[in-house]
């Protein structure tokens, strides 16, 4: 394959597309937050927190898939789209490739989820919906089509919703297993739609794929699997370990809160998911400003939504569900943090993936695991949901701080190296 040819995206265009995927994903937050709404309202504590523990299950199910999608797809699309022959050189090897993925994945995931008592449709149906979205995500990420992304996302959201709705208020249903094939489930339609009315310039051929393309591939995805593993650890220890140690009711009442917190996510997140491939695409180095500005704005805006936050919390909880979900205003501030903190964290990761150094964010994947388990099972034991919830903001802050110190170990290797 040829060298990625540099095209730069102006300024405008990047403003207009990442606030595009913000709106869309600020959207579709609100419309899986009236998911979670519902499911709170009509289930039990316990059935809602078995909803969101086997929601974790299968985001790690996922993760050979998920990472692939998200970030490969993206990132060798981004480098390629204009080049066609080059572009489907590497779509179809990288079709085989992922079908290949989910065939290992369940292979492994059936007889493990079986040993340890956990193997459900639902869970399955999540895994197979995450791996649908997620390579949707990777190609409209790397072609630079924010609209159809943000469809998407909305998309499946709104049949989420919808399906819910008619289920669990119309229907009565009172068991939490038809709300995950629902959830697994919703991401195909809207992508089936897609495709037929604004489809990728993209075939499916099955011919054995390109070695020399697949060992790059690897060799790009291994650090990128191994941070993406390391990250839903980190994403999920505290469901698994609040299950553990609390049991099913208390993760209901701890993943509201969160999901809640969630909405701290969306500027950030329309930001990483526009500045990857743009990066990408220009191969060059000089992003500092970008990477401050971006930053900067982001947390402007989330410092404004942290004070409707926090002034409307209880209110909100009480008057929509329910006083057992309401939580110390503590919980929710170092949820908060943490949100912001990997807000930051993604958008100088995005650079870096973009940049083709996705061992940094393995490095710091790995610490925030470290820091996270190791803070979680001595925390949350003595401060229940507390303990959690200060276990994840350890995590974001640990995560940016060894961004920070690899920059400064670097900075420091390169003057050493002139002085010499």
Request: glycine share 8%.
């Amino acid at each position: 394959m040829s060298q990625p040819v540099s095209v730069r995206m102006p300024l405008r265009e990047f403003i207009r597309s990442s606030g595009m995927i913000s709106i869309g994903v600020a959207l579709a937050r609100l419309l899986g937050f009236g998911f979670s709404m519902v499911l709170a309202r009509v289930l039990i504590p316990e059935d809602y927190g078995f909803i969101q523990y086997s929601l974790t299950l299968a985001n790690f199910v996922a993760l050979l898939t998920i990472p692939f999608g998200q970030h490969v797809l993206a990132r060798f699309i981004g480098g390629v789209k204009d080049q066609p022959e080059d572009l489907q050189a590497f779509l179809s090897t990288a079709w085989i490739m992922l079908l290949g993925l989910v065939g290992v994945t369940l292979l492994v995931a059936v007889p493990v989820l079986a040993l340890i008592g956990r193997l459900n449709l639902g869970v399955i149906v999540v895994f197979l919906g995450f791996t649908l979205h997620f390579g949707y995500y990777g190609l409209a990420r790397g072609f630079l089509a924010p609209g159809r992304l943000t469809i998407a996302y909305l998309g499946s959201n709104v049949v989420q919703l919808i399906a819910i709705v008619l289920v669990y208020v119309v229907l009565r249903e009172t068991s939490p297993m038809p709300a995950l094939i629902i959830y697994g489930a919703s991401y195909l339609l809207p992508i089936a739609l897609l495709q037929w009315r604004h489809p990728f310039p993209m075939r499916f051929r099955l011919a054995l794929p390109d070695r020399a393309l697949v060992r790059r591939v690897l060799k790009y995805a291994a650090p990128i699997w191994a941070s993406h593993v390391a990250y839903i650890l980190y994403a999920g220890v505290d469901v698994l370990l609040i299950q553990h140690f609390l049991g099913d009711a208390a993760v209901g009442v701890y993943a509201l809160t969160k999901t809640l917190t969630m909405l701290l996510s969306f500027v950030p997140t329309g930001i990483s998911t526009v500045l990857l491939p743009r990066i990408a695409a220009e191969q060059r180095g000089g992003h500092l400003p970008l990477v401050r500005n971006t930053i900067l704005a982001s947390l402007g805006v989330n410092a404004l939504v942290l004070v409707v936050m926090v002034i409307g919390y209880q209110p909100f909880i009480r008057l929509v569900f329910d006083e057992v979900y309401v939580v110390p205003l503590i919980v929710l501030l170092l949820l908060a943090l943490s949100e912001i903190a990997f807000g930051v964290h993604g958008i100088v990761t995005a650079v870096l993936l973009g940049s083709d150094q996705p061992q940094w964010e393995t490095v710091s994947r790995v610490v925030v695991v470290i820091v996270s388990v190791l803070a979680g099972v001595i925390l949350i034991p003595r401060w229940g949901l507390t303990g959690a919830a200060l276990m994840m903001a350890l995590g974001g802050v640990a995560a940016n701080l060894t961004y920070l110190s690899l920059w400064l170990l670097k900075d420091t290797r390169h003057a050493v190296v002139h002085v010499r």
